[in-house]
């Protein structure tokens, strides 16, 4: 049975509602003459920051892949595919900011990151547990989920903050 994992929504959320933040007040504040290539560049900017926040996991009874858009790879994201016969192990590395990363080791050598921002992450985590037999009940989210939810939070409040400026 293939299972699909997508981008959690508010990790999605929260950098497309920071881009707007960032940028929607440009096309009001550019002079005439830029008008029509800021508006193009802001709307070219938000389907960049959707698509390549649209990358997704697939699991089924064989595999796992991780799919990224052709924007994706454009910028250097690669989409990849182990078999679930091939893992031999999960390494964890911290970050600077003190959470975890973990990859997957192949018995080729190689190692892929293990996405740790999708939707259902323990649904997620018990695939990769029951088809390579490794405990991963240490894994979590990289990054708390409230981060996110609070960068949604204030990036919104500051679009109706600019809004509000702008109509008055």
Known sequence: MIEKFKTLFFVKSS?????????????????????VISITSFVFGLYLIINITSDYVETC???ISYKT???SKSLGRKNWEIFWKDI?????????????????????????????????FDKFLLIVSKNTGIVTNKMSYISPLWTYKLLTFLSGLMIIGELFAFLH
Not at 17 to 30: D, H
Request: proline letters at 7%.
């Open 61 to 63: 009874n064989n595999k």
């Open 88 to 120: 031999k192990s999960i390494e964890s590395l911290p970050t600077s900011q003190g959470s975890k990363v973990f990859y997957f080791n192949t018995k080729k050598g190689e190692n892929f990151l293990i996405p740790q921002r999708v939707e259902n």
């Open 15 to 35: 950098l497309i509602s920071l881009y707007l933040a960032l940028t929607i007040p440009i096309p009001f504040i550019s002079i005439e003459k830029l008008k």
């Open 69 to 71: 858009s052709f924007i």
